[in-house]
């Protein structure tokens, strides 16, 4: 099993640019996870999908726009790219049913945005 | 709000300096605790989870336990290799969204 894989790995858009971020997961999980980690910041929340076919905001949802595409699938994207928007995203699965609650993580996308 | 805050943030070890890290949080409703390990450019790895006070669990050198304010992961005997940045997480609600802290950079040296 590969887990949660993401492309691309490291990324740079000008400001004004768009791009969308793919995740895929192969442990066939229903919830799937968006965040974004910033120095200082710790990991914070964008979007989840508790299911296919459902999604919702996070803790920063500002910017940014998600589709479930089916069960493996779920992408993030950035419609017009901000500076503030540099960062590293990491998406994440999970299992469900206590007690197997934890996330697992992909390996990151790092993008900037000049 | 829920909030989750560790500390140090960061600490030094020699090999073989057991030590503690400490993750207090403020939670409606806990669902489960988690520790996770990141290394540098990496995601970060599942290694506990904790689902009410007074639970333990063992992997290797680490140890976490759980109150109802604050988690501790224990680290016996460290080793180089154990070097990282550890990360702790409150989960609550249905949708299980995770509150992270900010984390623990744990260097380990000879």
């Given at each position: ?8 790995k490291?990324?740079?858009?000008k ?31 964008i ?5 296919e076919g ?7 949802p500002?910017?940014y ?10 992408s ?8 503030s928007q540099?960062?590293v995203?990491f998406?994440a699965?999970r299992?469900t049913?206590?007690?197997?609650d934890?996330?697992y ?10 | ?8 943030e960061?600490l030094?070890l ?15 409703g806990?669902?489960?605790?988690f520790?996770y ?11 506990f ?6 639970e ?6 680490l140890?976490a ?11 016996t005997a ?29 260097q380990?040296?000879?």
């Open positions: 099993n590969a887990g949660v894989t993401q492309t691309p490291f990324q740079v858009l400001t004004g640019q768009s791009m969308t971020l793919q995740c895929a997961q192969d442990m066939n999980h229903n919830s799937m996870y968006w965040y974004r980690q910033d120095p200082g910041m710790g990991l914070r929340l979007y989840y999908s508790a299911s459902t999604t919702d905001k996070g803790e920063v500002n910017g726009n998600v589709s479930r595409l089916n069960k493996r699938e779920f993030l994207r950035l419609e017009s790219a901000a500076p540099t960062s995203y998406c699965s299992s049913g206590t007690p197997k934890e996330q993580f992909g390996p990151g996308t790092r993008l900037t945005v000049t | 709000e829920d909030q989750v805050t560790q500390s140090p960061a030094r020699q090999e073989g300096e057991s030590s503690s890290l400490n993750c207090s949080y403020t939670v409606s806990l669902r489960g605790l520790w390990r990141q290394d540098p450019g990496k995601g970060p790895e599942f290694l989870t904790l689902y009410s006070a007074g333990e669990k063992e992997k290797e050198r140890k336990t759980l109150t109802k304010k604050e988690s501790f992961l224990h680290i460290p080793k180089p290799e154990d070097s990282a940045t550890y990360l702790c997480a409150v989960s609550a609600g249905t949708a299980s969204k995770l509150t992270f802290g900010t984390g623990t950079r744990l380990v040296t000879l």
